[in-house]
């Protein structure tokens, strides 16, 4: 069976610094991955999507990123965290089925950032 | 493009009652539709989800949801509340491309 892991499970990080939140996939094969964020109160935003090594789509503008550079490992990062990047993170994974056919989205555990 | 409305961002319901957590959906293509649960500080888990074969969809946990074409809804029930189900619950479209999800719904349940 596949599962999906998070971590850190609670980071508290300054404002300023540097960011890095891994995300695993283990049971599948070249899944599609998603980074999600939840601010407190609100719903879910779609920050970046992953097809494959190294393809990474971007939903939102702003000082996060994120790269694949494993076929089931997903990384978010921030060189300089902002006040306003406090949240929860989720990591999602989906079966690739190709092009146009979208699959039911299977969540990890959440990583929850505080900035202070 | 894909989007989802849910109506009621708090609802309150006491034990044993009837859940209704109600979910409006546009798409420009045929649609999938999903509700998703999350416990506090936990991720989602997928409770059901729609994929037009039958309208009626059965879930974990006893919930069930109807899809509505003419009404563009898909909303979330369970006969009788209980207690473990208070949490806060997602619907969610995907089309073609991406999934949206809607604010959530945060139920509690009363004893």
């Known amino acids: 069976s596949q599962t999906i892991h998070q971590w850190p499970a609670t980071l508290v990080q300054p404002v300023g610094s540097p960011l890095s939140l891994e995300c695993t996939v283990e049971?599948?094969?070249?899944?599609?991955l998603y980074w999600y964020r939840q601010a407190a109160g609100r719903g879910l935003q779609l920050l970046f999507y992953?097809?494959?090594?190294?393809?990474i789509s971007s939903e939102v503008p702003q000082n996060l990123s994120a790269s694949r550079p494993q076929d089931r490992q997903f990384i978010l990062s921030s060189k300089k965290l902002l006040l306003s990047d406090s949240g929860f993170y989720l990591c999602?994974?989906?079966?690739?089925?190709?092009?146009?056919?979208?699959?039911?989205?299977?969540f990890g555990p959440g990583t929850r950032l505080l900035v202070l | 493009a894909q989007s989802v409305t849910q109506l009621g961002s708090h609802v309150s319901v006491s034990e044993g009652a009837l859940v209704l957590l109600r979910c409006n959906y546009s798409?420009?293509?045929?649609?999938?539709l999903f509700w998703y649960v999350q416990y506090p500080n936990q991720g989602l888990q997928l409770l059901l989800k729609?994929?037009?074969?039958?309208?009626l969809v059965k879930g974990i946990n006893g919930f069930e949801a109807e899809f509505k074409k003419s009404e563009t809804s898909f909303h979330l029930t369970k006969p009788s509340a209980h207690m473990s189900d208070a949490a806060e619950y997602f619907c969610?479209?995907?089309?073609?491309?991406?999934?949206?999800f809607g604010a959530g719904t945060r139920l509690t349940v009363k004893p």
């Open positions: 969610a479209v995907t089309g073609y491309n991406d999934m949206r």
């Open positions: 729609y994929t037009s074969a039958a309208t």
């Open positions: 049971g599948t094969s070249n899944p599609n």
């Open positions: 992953s097809v494959g090594i190294g393809q």
């Open positions: 798409s420009s293509v045929p649609p999938y």
């Open positions: 999602a994974w989906s079966l690739n089925s190709g092009i146009g056919v979208q699959e039911t989205q299977y």
